[in-house]
């Protein structure tokens, strides 16, 4: 037979009203804050496609009634992604198994 271990009293939850004086309170405290962060916004790709496919492109996104045609191709494209994503972790799955 193992002992049970005793659980320690659990700490009273404060409500969202605590939790935001506390947070106002240290808002201007330089300790209560961890060490800058900084974040770039990473540069964004350009493709080359040729003439043919731009054109074909075009008149699908006027089909589709999307505003502009780079819309359409990232929608697209997204779209794509998530397809060959959910594919890959499934063949991944069914190897494993």
Request: aromatic share 6%; net charge positive.
């Amino acid at each position: 037979m193992t002992k049970r271990k005793k659980r320690l009293p659990s700490k009273p939850r404060l409500s969202q009203y605590e939790i935001d004086k506390v947070v106002t309170a240290e808002a201007n405290q330089n300790s209560a804050w961890e060490k800058v962060v900084s974040v770039r916004r990473p540069k964004s790709a350009s493709l080359s496609i040729s003439a043919d496919l731009a054109a074909r492109a075009a008149f699908l996104a006027k089909l589709h009634r999307e505003r502009r045609v780079d819309e359409w191709v990232e929608r697209v494209l997204r779209e794509r992604v998530e397809i060959e994503e959910s594919a890959f972790t499934a063949a991944k799955k069914a190897l494993a198994s």
